[in-house]
């Protein structure tokens, strides 16, 4: 729809592909083996409301690996893991949140190369993945909660220019992909 008309095409193109090791180079099935302890572990700490011990860069960056894996993802125990991590991760910026030991400290350190990294993982929410098999419902219930708590977190919070034309790139490759499935899924020929 908006292909090539933007000028963030170039930029939107090389985010809209999941690049996650753990969905191009492992098989699925060992992937999901390798991501659902770590998530479950760190949903577990958030529901206790202890510390996520995430101190360096390299530890936060395999997690997010996990979040593009994880929206891809066929398993929908892994999906909703991802879902509610993501959504109390999203509270970094409010003041109040219960979960605050949960949340990474690094995050709320690094906010726009962090926070710019996780809006692109919305993308993955919208879009139906060629030969993924995901419980459709289940990943619009989530993904509805992801988008109400991205909503609560935008009212509350006074976003960098950089963090807002992130969103807006990141609606247009949404808008692009649920306006125009035709063109990208072999499910309407």
């Given at each position: 729809m908006y292909n090539g008309?933007?000028?963030?095409?170039?930029?939107?193109?090389?985010?809209?592909?999941?690049h996650s090791p753990?969905?191009?180079?492992?098989?699925?099935?060992?992937?999901?083996r390798i991501v659902m302890p770590y998530l479950t572990h760190i949903y577990e700490l958030i529901s206790t409301n202890r510390p996520v011990s995430m101190t360096k860069d390299k530890d936060l960056k395999w997690t997010l690996e996990m979040f593009a894996f994880g929206f891809t993802?066929?398993?929908s125990s892994i999906y909703q893991l991802c879902a509610n991590i993501y959504v109390e991760w999203l509270k970094v910026f409010e003041s109040s949140s219960m979960n605050s030991h949960s949340i990474p400290v690094i995050l709320g350190e690094n906010i726009e190369f962090y926070w710019s990294q996780m809006f692109w993982h919305l993308y993955h929410l919208f879009v139906i993945h060629d030969e993924k098999t995901a419980d459709l419902l289940t990943k619009r219930m989530y993904t509805h909660k992801v988008l109400r708590q991205l909503q609560i977190m935008i009212r509350q919070t006074d976003l960098s220019n950089?963090?807002?034309?992130?969103?807006l790139q990141v609606f247009l490759a949404i808008g692009d992909a649920v306006l125009s499935p035709a063109?990208?899924?072999?499910?309407?020929?």
């Open positions: 008309f933007c000028s963030y095409d170039s930029e939107i193109r090389q985010h809209t592909i999941c753990l969905s191009t180079i492992v098989p699925s099935s060992i992937a999901e993802c066929e398993e950089y963090l807002w034309e992130t969103l063109y990208r899924s072999s499910l309407f020929y």
